[in-house]
């Protein structure tokens, strides 16, 4: 059985960090691509960033600089560091895995940022 779940999501003021946080389990990890993408109320889920097998990183315009992700292959799981949230970055954020022509989401993890 495939889980991805997410942790370290909560409220922050604008300005302020979080990291978030998705294990996995039931996959071969390391070989999979992994995305974090975001959904705000009314609008479409969009890619935040992602960090293939290999390592390679790409991140959406909006959170370049601000945002990282990094991947621990040991410990399953995938990272992002949120840093300078601004009031535009709220939303429920997801982890997706992605191999071949399988594709895995996560629960979501909500992300509030007000002062």
């Known amino acids: 059985q495939v889980q991805l779940v997410e942790s370290g999501g909560g409220l922050v003021q604008p300005g302020g960090s979080l990291r978030l946080s998705c294990a996995a389990s039931?996959?071969?990890?390391?070989?999979?691509?992994m995305g974090w993408y975001r959904q705000a109320p009314g609008k479409q889920r969009e890619l935040v960033a992602s960090?293939?097998?290999?390592?390679?990183?790409n991140y959406a315009d909006s959170v370049e600089g601000r945002f990282t992700i990094s991947r621990n292959n040991a410990k399953n799981t995938v990272y992002l560091q949120m840093n300078s949230l601004k009031p535009e970055d709220p939303a429920v954020y997801y982890c997706k895995g992605s191999y071949n022509f399988e594709n895995y989401w996560g629960q979501g993890t909500q992300v509030t940022v007000s002062s």
């Open positions: 039931g996959i071969i990890f390391r070989r999979y691509a």
């Open positions: 960090i293939a097998s290999g390592g390679i990183t």
